[in-house]
């Protein structure tokens, strides 16, 4: 089966490349195949424009950088995120591409007089999301359940993907590092496992 990893980050040495880089290697070691999307890298406009906005309300074709990711994701049979968290959320550049990429007609069927399709129930999404603090504050202030809220339910539920791992990697600079390293090829040895939940 095959993977695409969405790389959010603009340093190619960070965590969170060396995190994406250990679930490819997981899915290479369970015998799957890969490609990794390093957004960033390949210049991925997140702007959402004019453009976008008349696929979101009339299903105008997209414009060719949005068709070409949603492509990678056809080809997938699992989607993961590799990203820092900004500001108790996702960083822009992914917001973007989720905004871009996951339009009306694609990710989801709807209108004002009929009830919203979820179109993408066939796709697994695995989260990995990096951060500084400590899971006392993420808790203590209630910033992993709104994240759960907004990203695994706001974004994948409603289009219907299964999220099957939605893990915070926190207290990365700190020396949680290795330990999410070893979490993150766990997790690419396992994206196909269907007895895989991981928290």
């Not at 299903?59 to 492509?71: C, F, G, I, N, W």
């Not at 706001?154 to 999220?163: E, K, L, P, S, T």
Request: aromatic share 8%; hydrophobic share 45%; charged share 20%.
């Amino acid at each position: 089966m095959h993977a695409l990893i969405v790389v959010a980050h603009h340093d190619p040495q960070s965590l969170t490349h060396s995190v994406a880089a250990q679930v490819a290697a997981g899915l290479t070691a369970s015998g799957h195949t890969y490609e990794i999307a390093d957004i960033a890298a390949e210049g991925f406009d997140p702007r959402y424009t004019a453009a976008d906005h008349l696929v979101h309300r009339t299903r105008a074709t997209p414009p060719s950088d949005v068709l070409a990711e949603q492509a990678r994701i056809d080809r997938a049979d699992a989607l993961v995120l590799a990203f820092p968290i900004y500001w108790w959320s996702l960083p822009g550049l992914l917001k973007g591409w989720i905004d871009r990429v996951f339009v009306n007609g694609w990710a989801i069927d709807y209108g004002p007089d009929t009830p919203v399709v979820k179109k993408l129930r066939h796709l697994q999404v695995h989260l990995l999301a990096l951060g500084a603090a400590d899971d006392d504050a993420f808790d203590r202030h209630g910033y992993a359940k709104a994240m759960r809220t907004q990203i695994d339910y706001g974004i994948f539920d409603y289009c219907g993907a299964q999220v099957v791992t939605s893990a915070l990697l926190l207290e990365s600079e700190s020396g949680g590092a290795q330990a999410h390293l070893d979490k993150a090829r766990a997790v690419g040895e396992g994206v196909f496992d269907t007895e895989t939940v991981a928290g």
